[in-house]
């Protein structure tokens, strides 16, 4: 959950992006890439110094961080807070890229599964597990994309990695007997790195059904969820953003500085710890001014980033 404020990023904070930049919550539309939707913040926001935290895929609808100007540097540490998602899991159906987008590669009639034998499995997955991305997915092997490896021909097997599942919860089951299959509705809670595609894939197998991901809607990342987004319909009509400083608040543990360690930090000096071990701590200065994310090493902080002079 997140450790900052607990204060809501605010919805249309400002209608221009100052010099420091800030955050746009986009609710992300289904068709589109994350690098579609930078694109065109790019155009409102009238820079190129755009990117986005936790890359949705193109089926997939929600919160999508766009950080514009020297928020982009908070962009990294942003993405790497727990998520979210309302997903729709289809058993019956394995593809070959482990959601609808993908060819269907077995069909194993799952209409008759037990509701209770799926919320069994469902607990595999719940907690600390271990989970092998998706063949198509952005990880690079020896700098090439895996999904560039697997649409080439190339049988690609990524290495396991833990990742933490919070809550895995069934909300529906539809069965349909025309097509053979189960679907599941879920809402997940889980840490950076997780793929919802994954847990489908894997959910499917430990029910010797297969299973894909039919639809995803990220609902939340960190301090920020639905209610502070807006689509892009809305920003094109005014183009708002949450600013650097109100997004590190509402983020991230708050560190406030005098004036002198404010001055010292911008220059690079490091400062004594701030006793928050793992977790990145937003520095403010006297004024109110975000001037760095620090992170503990032993009996100093550092800063991982700095967002003055």
């Known amino acids: 959950m997140p450790t900052g404020s607990g204060e809501p990023a605010q919805r249309g904070a400002v209608v221009a992006p100052p010099q ?26 009238g820079t190129r110094r755009v990117g986005h935290a936790g890359t949705l895929d193109p089926m997939a609808t929600g919160v999508l961080l766009v950080g514009v100007g020297r928020a982009t540097r908070l962009l990294g540490h942003l993405a790497l807070r727990d998520k979210d998602y309302l997903a729709t899991m289809r058993l019956g159906v394995l593809t070959s ?14 209409d008759q599964l037990v509701a209770a034998d799926v919320v069994a499995a469902m607990k595999i997955f719940t907690g600390e597990i271990e989970q092998r991305p998706p063949a198509v997915s952005a990880i690079k092997i020896d700098g090439v994309r895996a999904y560039t490896r697997a649409r080439s021909g190339e049988d690609v097997v990524l290495a396991l990695r833990s990742v933490t599942v919070s809550r895995f919860e069934a909300t529906d089951f539809r069965p349909d007997a025309e097509l053979g299959v189960l679907d599941v509705d879920v809402e997940v809670t889980c840490s950076s790195g997780t793929y919802i595609r994954a847990i489908a894939r894997d959910l499917g197998t430990a029910l010797r059904v297969g299973g894909h991901l039919a639809a995803l809607r990220r609902t939340r990342i960190g301090a920020f969820d639905l209610s502070a987004a807006r689509t892009l319909p809305e920003l094109e009509a005014e183009f708002t953003l949450t600013p650097l400083d109100l997004v590190a608040a509402s983020a991230f543990v708050r560190r406030d500085l005098d004036a002198d360690q404010a001055l010292a930090l911008s220059h690079g000096a490091k400062l004594s710890a701030s006793g928050i071990d793992g977790e990145p701590v937003a520095a403010f200065g006297p004024g109110g001014a975000l001037v760095a994310l620090l992170e503990d090493r032993g009996d100093v902080a550092r800063a991982l980033a700095v967002f003055v002079g």
Not at 101 to 108: A, D, I, K, S
């Open 97 to 110: 890229t482990d959601d609808a987008q993908g060819e269907p590669l077995t069909h194993t009639p799952a």
């Open 20 to 45: 420091r930049g800030g955050v746009v919550v986009v609710d992300k539309p289904t068709g589109l890439t994350s690098h579609d939707v930078v694109a065109r913040v790019r155009r409102l926001a």
